[in-house]
DNA sequence: ACCTGAACACCGTTCAAGT
DNA sequence: ACCTGAACACCGTTCAAGT
């Protein structure tokens, strides 16, 4: 598909419906470049560098989490939020392990952040609270998407470790990355925001 | 310091050493073979591939932290485990990316994984939440680590994200990755644990 | 002034050729 | 049989040369 210009959103949703085709591999430079149909340089035009790219087009991916906003409560916004950006990156498989490895703050990444930020101040905790809080849930998402990334293709040390332990039955296999795992760890920060907030 | 034969050791030893001096950049094959003294691919010898050997590398690195064992409380025993696992990360420059990308899952990380899963049997957890709550407080560290060695470099964009929010107050000042933010994270979890134990 | 593409300085890994 | 290093198939990015 020949693009009649180059911006830097026609870069960014081809490089996303590239990756979303074929992984994370195809998003260098000269790959994408190749699917626009231009020189590899000329992107550089439009970014200073790849990561900057690949900055907007996680961000671009971003756009499709909705925040369901004040009026469900803290805790059902904050899941509904964090739960969505996992479900969506893992949707583009081309930009999940990036934006595993750093948060979008983009637009949208700074709108969900905003979400977030508010979710936490309307569930009681102090102005440091919030920020601190809401970089360990940030961390946690990233950390669960990296996991989910990295499970199908190898991770059966995993299974080795929990079955070195003595005391547990051998047979609970833990499902690495898994929405489950998400969830519960999710469910956690959530229990221990509302003990700090005294709730 | 040319070596007389190698082996999985030396190779693992030197290029920990090597990434303490010169970072995460020297840590690629042809670097760490230069030195060694030996040819890139005598390295394959001895390891499948790059990351095999990295995952070596990092489980050396973990060597030095310890476990106080079931004597001290469950909660005590897993906060002093991922704090030194976060520290002894970052005092490798070489190896924390990878250590963030991906648990370490060698006789140290496997060591380090039985004490935290004790540690949270004996908090109280039922077998399938000991497994997922160990995930939970793993990725957490990963993430957190992540952010630490990420933080220095570029990271501006975290305070526009903060102060770009209304009924906050604008110089609360969030320190990506610091120590202190790690520890409220921690204990976050570690309250939602105590809650879903029902301690 | 703008844009291109050749070139630089690397990668991880394969594999054929040497000893 | 073992080991080496040339070669393959790439990278992101710089920069000089073209229009």
Redesign the pocket.
């Known amino acids: 598909v020949p693009v009649r210009r180059?911006t830097p959103a026609t870069i960014a949703t081809t490089a996303l419906h590239l990756g979303d085709r074929e992984g994370a591999?195809?998003?260098?430079?000269?790959?994408?470049a190749a699917e626009l149909g231009?020189?590899?340089?000329?992107i550089?035009?439009h970014f200073?560098?790849?990561?900057a790219?690949l900055d907007a087009v996680a961000d671009l991916a971003l756009a499709d989490v909705d925040d369901p906003g004040p009026d469900s409560g803290w805790d059902t916004r904050v899941a509904a939020i964090l739960t969505e950006v996992r479900a969506t990156a893992l949707r583009h498989p081309g930009i999940a392990a990036h934006v595993a490895a750093r948060p979008p703050l983009g637009a949208n990444g700074a709108r969900l952040g905003a979400g977030i930020h508010h979710a936490l101040a309307a569930a009681g905790l102090p102005p440091e609270g919030v920020v601190f809080a809401a970089q360990a849930l940030i961390a946690y998402v990233a950390a669960a998407l990296a996991m989910a990334v990295n499970a199908g293709t190898r991770d059966a040390r995993w299974h080795q470790v929990s079955r070195s332990m003595d005391g547990l039955p051998g047979d609970v296999m833990p499902v690495v990355g898994s929405a489950e795992q998400f969830g519960y760890g999710l469910r956690l920060l959530l229990n221990g925001i509302a003990v700090e907030a005294g709730r």
Chains 1, 2 share one sequence.
């Open positions: 180059l591999q195809a998003m260098s430079m000269r790959r994408i231009c020189d590899p340089m000329a550089y035009r200073p560098n790849r990561e790219l």
